[in-house]
């Protein structure tokens, strides 16, 4: 894809952009492997739904941008084997040069290729992953075939029995309901949208298999135990899906 690839920086933070003002991934140059943007924290909660370790296993990411979410999985889920999918070599380039990622090695693999043909390529040979994280924009923060039906379903048949899938939607300018209508489509039942955060970004999670179902205290623990071994403090979103009445008799199910 041919379109500009800028870096700017302001208060410590620098930011990529893909040749207009929407941020497509920041890092604090002080902490180059926190997740800087609230949205990428709360990719993360998945953390959350299930027992760490050994889940996950594998996890599929959908989208460089920056490398936040490479990173923090590459530096704290060392157990686990990521796959990374960018459609353009040239924003692996430009994170590594100014975002500090990792090259490749057992536990890290790059691949550079359309992410709806992968998933649909993968889906076809029977590959399976325990997390698939999604989020991916084009200068003009369109998701493009990354958020169609066809995608989703190749998503949920691509997840094992404990899998989850996390995506990021942007409605800012237009919404995202109807790409929540066609996420509960492919995943009929299981799927939980996170309260918007103030970017306009809000974090949808899906399931397959095993059913989610962890009380506020169980869940509090978990957020207590990451930020101890992490760093990243998810105890503001169990707050906030407090407050969205997501919570059933004080437990969340998915």
Same mark, same amino acid.
């Given at each position: 894809?041919?379109?500009?690839i800028d870096v700017s920086?302001?208060?410590?933070?620098?930011y990529?952009?893909?040749g207009?003002?929407?941020?497509?991934g920041a890092?604090?140059?002080?902490?180059?492997?926190?997740?800087?943007?609230a949205?990428?924290?709360?990719m993360?909660?998945g953390?959350l739904?299930?027992?760490?370790?050994?889940w996950p296993?594998?996890?599929l990411?959908?989208?460089?941008?920056a490398g936040?979410?490479t990173?923090?999985?590459?530096r704290h889920l060392?157990?686990?084997?990521?796959?990374?999918?960018?459609?353009?070599p040239?924003?692996a380039?430009?994170a590594?040069?100014?975002?500090?990622l990792? /090259? $490749? +090695?057992?536990?890290?693999?790059?691949r550079?290729? @359309?992410?709806a043909?992968?998933?649909a &390529? =993968?889906? /076809? $040979? +029977?590959?399976?992953?325990d997390?698939i994280?999604? @989020?991916s924009?084009?200068?003009?923060? &369109? =998701?493009g075939a990354l958020?169609?039906q066809p995608?989703?379903?190749?998503?949920a048949a691509?997840?094992?029995?404990?899998?989850?899938?996390g995506?990021?939607?942007?409605?800012?300018?237009r919404g995202?309901?109807a790409?929540?209508a066609r996420?509960?489509?492919a995943?009929?039942?299981?799927?939980?949208?996170f309260?918007?955060?103030d970017?306009?970004?809000?974090?949808a999670f899906?399931?397959?298999?095993?059913?989610v179902?962890g009380?506020q205290?169980e869940l509090?623990?978990?957020?207590?135990?990451?930020k101890?071994?992490?760093?990243l403090?998810?105890?503001?979103?169990l707050?906030?899906?407090e407050?969205?009445?997501?919570?059933?008799?004080?437990?969340?199910?998915l």
């Amino acid at each position: 894809m041919d379109h500009p690839i800028d870096v700017s920086e302001a208060a410590g933070v620098r930011y990529l952009h893909f040749g207009s003002d929407w941020v497509q991934g920041a890092m604090r140059i002080a902490r180059p492997y926190s997740l800087e943007l609230a949205y990428t924290r709360e990719m993360m909660a998945g953390l959350l739904l299930r027992e760490r370790e050994p889940w996950p296993e594998t996890l599929l990411l959908i989208g460089l941008g920056a490398g936040s979410l490479t990173k923090f999985a590459w530096r704290h889920l060392p157990h686990c084997k990521v796959t990374v999918v960018e459609i353009n070599p040239r924003v692996a380039a430009m994170a590594r040069q100014c975002f500090k990622l990792p /090259e $490749a +090695g057992p536990h890290l693999d790059y691949r550079f290729e @359309d992410g709806a043909r992968f998933v649909a &390529r =993968a889906r /076809e $040979a +029977g590959e399976r992953y325990d997390w698939i994280l999604v @989020d991916s924009f084009d200068p003009q923060a &369109r =998701a493009g075939a990354l958020d169609r039906q066809p995608f989703y379903r190749d998503c949920a048949a691509l997840l094992g029995p404990r899998g989850l899938l996390g995506v990021n939607f942007l409605g800012r300018s237009r919404g995202f309901g109807a790409s929540v209508a066609r996420l509960e489509e492919a995943f009929p039942g299981r799927t939980l949208v996170f309260p918007s955060c103030d970017s306009g970004n809000a974090i949808a999670f899906a399931a397959v298999g095993e059913r989610v179902d962890g009380s506020q205290e169980e869940l509090k623990e978990r957020a207590q135990a990451l930020k101890k071994d992490t760093g990243l403090n998810l105890l503001p979103t169990l707050a906030r899906l407090e407050q969205a009445g997501h919570f059933q008799g004080r437990r969340l199910v998915l």
